[in-house]
C-alpha cells in the first residue's frame, strides 16, 4: 500500500543550528513534492514545492531536497530561529496530473530553542 | 482579500446531530477540498470538488455530505454525527496550474466534538 511517513517523534534543535525533516514515501511515484507548516490551531501554509525532475529548491533559509531514488525528501532550515518551531508536513500527489489530490504525512514537530 | 474562511470555529453537538460546516473562498479557485486531522493519523481527504457541482469521495468520505452549487463555497454536512467524527475539519482550495502543482490554501479550521 502507498504510505508516507514522517518522523512523529518532535525534533528538539538550538537555535542557529540548521533543522533536517525528513519525509519517506513508498510505492508512489509523485510528480512532485510540496512542504507545509502547520502551527497550532490553524491550517497548513504552503512553504515549497519540488519537481521529481529537481534534484533541490531554495528559498531563503529553506531547502528541499527530492530523492525519487531514495524515494526520500528532506526538508532543511538553516540558521533556525524559535519562531521556526511549528510542525512540518510533506505532501505528495499521486500520479502528477493536474488537479490530482496530495496525500500528507503525518507532520514532525521542529521546536528550536533559544 | 479574505481568502478562505470557515465556520464555525468550534462546534459542539450531540450523537445523531446533522451538522453543516461551511468554508467560503474569495478566490475563484477551481478545486476545493475537505480534509480531518486526527492524532495518529494526519490529514485524510475527506471530499473534494473539482468545480461547481462536480465532488467526489476522498479516503474517508463515510458519514458525511457535500454540495457545491457556488464556486466560492463548498459545505460538508455529517448526516447523523458520531463520536468518531469528532475531529478538527480544514477546508482548502486550488487554482489547479501546472507552474504552482496544485498548491492547497487552507481555512483556519473547525473543531467539532460530538458528544
Known amino acids: ?10 525534533l528538539n534543535i538550538q537555535e542557529g543550528k540548521t533543522a533536517t525533516l525528513t ?57 533556525s530561529q ?4 511549528a510542525t512540518y508536513l510533506c505532501a505528495l500527489d499521486k500520479t502528477g ?3 490530482n489530490m496530495l496525500t500528507f504525512g503525518g507532520g514532525t514537530r521542529l521546536m528550536v530553542k533559544p | 482579500d479574505a481568502g478562505i474562511t470557515q465556520s464555525p470555529r468550534y462546534k459542539i453537538t450531540e450523537t445523531g446531530r446533522q451538522v453543516t460546516l461551511m468554508c467560503h473562498q474569495t478566490w475563484s479557485h477551481s478545486y476545493m477540498f475537505w480534509y480531518r486531522q486526527d492524532l495518529g493519523h494526519g490529514l485524510r481527504l475527506i471530499y ?3 468545480a461547481a457541482d462536480i465532488t467526489d469521495k476522498g479516503e474517508v468520505p463515510d458519514g458525511y ?11 460538508l ?3 447523523s454525527a458520531t463520536r468518531s467524527q469528532t475531529s478538527v475539519y480544514f477546508c482548502a482550495s486550488s487554482n489547479v496550474r501546472v507552474a504552482s502543482g496544485d498548491t492547497q490554501y487552507f481555512g483556519p479550521g473547525t473543531r467539532l466534538t460530538v458528544l
Open chain 2, 77 to 79: 454536512t455529517l448526516e
Open chain 2, 65 to 75: 455530505v457535500v454540495s457545491r452549487s457556488k464556486t466560492e463555497n463548498f459545505p
Open chain 2, 48 to 50: 473534494y470538488s473539482a
Open chain 1, 82 to 85: 524559535p519562531a521556526d518551531s
Open chain 1, 97 to 99: 496530473n493536474a488537479g
Open chain 1, 23 to 79: 519525509c519517506n514515501y513508498t510505492n508512489y511515484s509523485p510528480a512532485y513534492l510540496q512542504w507545509y507548516r502547520q502551527d497550532p490551531g490553524r491550517g497548513p501554509v504552503f512553504l515549497l514545492l519540488i519537481r521529481e525532475n529537481e534534484k533541490e529548491k531554495r528559498k531563503e533559509r529553506l531547502k528541499v531536497t527530492f530523492d525519487t531514488t531514495l524515494k526520500q525528501s528532506l526538508f532543511h532550515i538553516t540558521a
Open chain 1, 1 to 10: 500500500s502507498q504510505k508516507i511517513e514522517q518522523n512523529s517523534e518532535a
